[in-house]
C-alpha cells in the first residue's frame, strides 16, 4: 500500500558530492518524519539524519557540517545532500518514514526503501 523508492546514489571520489532522493507513494494521509540510514559492509545500520514534518534535524556527529537533509511535505519526498564526502561514508544507504495511512487513525507505520548504494573512493 506504501511504496519508498530511493534513487541517487554512485560512484564518487573523496571530497566529491552526491544528493540522494526519496519519495513515498500510495495510501499515505500525513508523514510524519523521515530519515536516512546507512550501512557499510559488515556493519550494523546507523541512522544518519532525520527530520519531522515541522522540519526539525538531526544528524549523526560524523556527518555534521558535511550532510544536509530536507523535506518536501507536500511530494512525501526527502533530500540528502552530501558534500565532502569521505570513503568512510561508503555503504547503502536507506530511506525511512512514519506515517498515517487514516485521518481517522493516529496509528503511524514505519516503511523502508530497498537502499542505494553509496561509494567513496580514496
Known amino acids: 500500500q506504501v511504496q519508498v523508492v530511493e534513487s541517487g546514489g554512485g560512484l564518487v571520489d573523496a571530497g566529491g558530492s552526491l544528493s540522494l532522493s526519496c519519495v513515498a507513494t500510495?495510501?499515505?494521509?500525513?508523514?510524519?518524519?523521515m530519515a536516512w540510514y546507512r550501512q557499510a559492509p559488515g556493519k550494523q545500520r546507523e541512522l544518519v539524519a532525520t527530520?519531522?514534518?515541522?522540519?526539525?534535524?538531526n544528524y549523526v556527529d560524523s556527518v555534521k557540517g558535511r550532510f544536509t537533509i530536507s523535506l518536501d511535505n507536500a511530494k512525501n519526498a526527502v533530500y540528502l545532500q552530501m558534500n565532502s564526502l569521505k570513503p568512510e561514508d561508503t555503504g547503502v544507504y536507506y530511506c525511512?518514514?512514519?506515517?498515517?495511512?487514516?485521518?481517522?487513525?493516529?496509528?503511524?507505520?514505519?516503511?523502508w526503501g530497498q537502499g542505494t548504494q553509496v561509494t567513496v573512493s580514496s
Open positions: 525511512n518514514t512514519r506515517l498515517r495511512m487514516s485521518y481517522y487513525s493516529s496509528t503511524e507505520d514505519t516503511y
Open positions: 500510495g495510501n499515505i494521509f500525513r508523514v510524519n518524519h
Open positions: 527530520i519531522s514534518r515541522g522540519q526539525d534535524t
